[in-house]
């Protein structure tokens, strides 16, 4: 189960969690990060390292429509590692 960035990464860039993830599954849009979820480990790293609480499991509620935008995203945006 992978993680998704969601809404609090809009506008943020603190970047913290680029740095801390093992597999560099994150890419970089105008506004926000995503995460490529067939890349991403489920390690959870990242989630502590992001201080705006953007950043969640896919299995969480509501989550659905962050599911697909980050996967949506993560094809089309430039990798970061």
Do not use: Q, R
């Not at 599954?25 to 105008?30: A, K, L, P, S, Y």
């Amino acid at each position: 189960m992978p993680h998704v960035v969601k809404e609090g990464c809009i506008k943020c860039k603190y970047m913290k969690c680029v740095e801390v993830c093992p597999v560099g599954c994150f890419h970089e849009g105008e506004s926000m990060l995503v995460i490529n979820p067939e890349e991403c480990i489920d390690c959870g790293v990242c989630v502590s390292e992001c201080p705006l609480d953007a950043i969640s499991s896919d299995t969480e509620p509501g989550m659905e429509k962050w599911v697909e935008l980050n996967a949506e995203y993560a094809k089309i945006w430039p990798h970061l590692t």
